[in-house]
């Protein structure tokens, strides 16, 4: 068994980055990232610091754009649009909105060259397709680059993801497909979630109930990543995996805190370089 955590794959990359946007700097280019956050969340606010740490650390640049939480649809998506015309690189919005607000509209409004969080459906389409141009929500991303760092085999493996929602379980399943492993969804009516889980080699939970795949769910061996973030009364995290129960049992499982969660920022800020590169005609990809 193997505890496998976030903070190599995100060291690895933001050294990765912090190479290109040296390399950029000495061309006067310096990749900017513009945070649109609505109203004071404590999540928002605490993934913000996490971003804001991660950019410095790749040298790239941020300005914020703090907007209060009853902000009409028409101001917010003025808001957006001037973002957008800006001279940013890449946009991240904090989901999701307060109600007033439809997201659905505002996620087709962000433009998908800013696209950096992989919420516009023109985005979703290319993942679709396969068209490496887009952009792909970073945590499900954050998700694969954990699978590469490790050197953990995808290939005609049977991979379970626990969830379908548009930022995590959705985008991780065709990743995992587009790596050739044989992938089933489950969902809130999944029957028998237990025997589907127990069968796979790798398990991907995104579901955001806490602790609740537990030894007898999983197989021998197999690579349990939590993506899950869940806060118990006194204020302790905790992930969708019992980390207690399955860690003798699985070949490699992601703590939370600490595992798939901290390689997000990195995954944002290689995105951001992404489009700064492409809007800057340069077209090596990372
Ligand atoms: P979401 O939109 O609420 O989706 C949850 C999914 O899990 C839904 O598809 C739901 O099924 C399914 N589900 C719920 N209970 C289930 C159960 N008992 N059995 C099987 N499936 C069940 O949540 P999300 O935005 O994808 O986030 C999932 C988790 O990831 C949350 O804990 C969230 O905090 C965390 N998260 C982590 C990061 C990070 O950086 N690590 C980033 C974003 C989110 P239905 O579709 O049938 O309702």
Known sequence: ????????????????IREKTEELKNNGIVPLLTIVRVGERGD?????????????????????????????????EKELVAANESDCDGILLFMPLPDQLDESRIRKTISPEKDVDGVNPVNSAKLYEGD???????????VIEMI????????????????????IGRPVSIML??????VTVCHSRTKEIENVTAAADIVVAAMGRSKIVKADWIKKGAALFDVGINVDEDGNMTGD???????????????VPAGVGGVTTSVLAKQVLKACMLRHGIQEVL
């Open 1 to 16: 068994m193997a505890v496998i955590k976030g903070k190599p794959v995100a060291d690895s990359i933001t050294a990765a």
């Open 44 to 76: 928002d606010i605490a993934y913000e610091r996490a971003a804001l740490k991660r950019m410095e650390m790749c040298g790239i640049a941020v300005s914020k754009v703090e907007l209060p939480a009853d902000i009409t649809q028409a101001d917010f």
């Open 177 to 182: 497909t587009d790596k050739n492993a044989t």
């Open 148 to 167: 590469e760092h490790y050197g953990i085999e995808t290939e005609g493996k049977k991979a379970v993801v626990l969830g379908r929602s548009l930022v």
């Open 132 to 142: 490496k141009t887009g952009f792909v929500p970073c945590t499900a991303q954050a």
């Open 241 to 255: 995996i019992d980390f207690e129960s399955c860690e003798q049992k699985a070949g490699y499982i992601t703590p």
